[in-house]
């Protein structure tokens, strides 16, 4: 069964940082680019950062560039995004997704990881 | 830099059919795709490709494009379909970039 499962979330002081994980199982984990997607409470969907298979290719939105690191370790299966200098509006539920490789879409997606930004 | 437009909300009584739209100038020159998110739950891809059906998605879930703008339709309507729908479509004409519309709520009456 494909599955992702994102862990790290959680509360953090405007300013500092946060690493999230992601757990990838029941695929061929280094044939797929990798997203994250996020969430802020009531509102839309969001993307984050995109990493190719082999993670030599790594694209961001403009509002995390600079910011936010996205990696992974593929003899892990496990996928990443390290956050500096977060600040309240980064305050979302965090996805992990799986590139859909016939098409530009998303097929596969984690059940979310919370991150709130507040004093 | 490139937008998804979408109206914020629908209303469909069972039965009927719910058409809900994303425009956008990306549109004329990249796919469209549909996903379907549940209240607490993450999203499903429901059309890829402006019209493609993953397997497992019911048939009366369909997707067209025309110009600027797509178009996700529910045909025969059911409770269970009450969700927010979001568009998406990805930008590489320049830096990679992964575009959402801002999401429709159908509400099934």
């Known amino acids: 069964q494909v599955q992702l499962l994102e862990s790290g979330g959680g509360v953090v002081q405007p300013g500092r940082s946060l690493r999230l994980s992601c757990a990838a199982s029941?695929?061929?984990?280094?044939?797929?680019?990798l997203h994250w997607v996020r969430q802020a409470p009531g509102r839309g969907l969001e993307w984050v950062a995109l990493?190719?298979?082999?993670?030599?290719?790594?694209h961001y939105s403009e509002t995390v560039k600079g910011r936010f690191t996205i990696s992974r370790d593929n003899s892990k299966n496990t996928l990443y995004l390290e956050m500096i200098s977060l600040r309240t509006e980064d305050t979302a539920k965090y996805y992990c997704?799986?590139?859909?490789?016939?098409?530009?879409?998303?097929?596969?997606w984690g059940q979310g990881t919370l991150v709130t930004v507040s004093s | 830099s490139y937008e998804l437009t979408q109206s914020p909300s629908v209303s469909v009584s069972p039965g009927q059919t719910a058409r809900i739209t994303c425009s956008g100038d990306i549109l004329s020159k990249q796919f469209g795709y549909w996903y379907q998110q549940k209240s607490g739950q993450a999203p499903v891809l429901v059309i890829f490709k402006d019209n493609e059906r993953p397997s497992g998605i019911p048939e009366r879930f369909s997707g067209s494009s025309s110009g600027t703008t797509v178009t996700l339709t529910i045909s025969g309507v059911q409770a269970e379909d009450e969700a927010e729908y979001f568009c998406q479509s990805a930008d590489d004409s320049g830096p990679y970039t992964v575009l959402f519309g801002g999401g429709t709520k159908l509400t099934v009456l």
């Open positions: 997704a799986r590139d859909h490789q016939p098409s530009n879409a998303i097929d596969v």
């Open positions: 029941g695929f061929g984990f280094n044939d797929y680019s």
């Open positions: 990493t190719s298979p082999d993670g030599s290719i790594r």
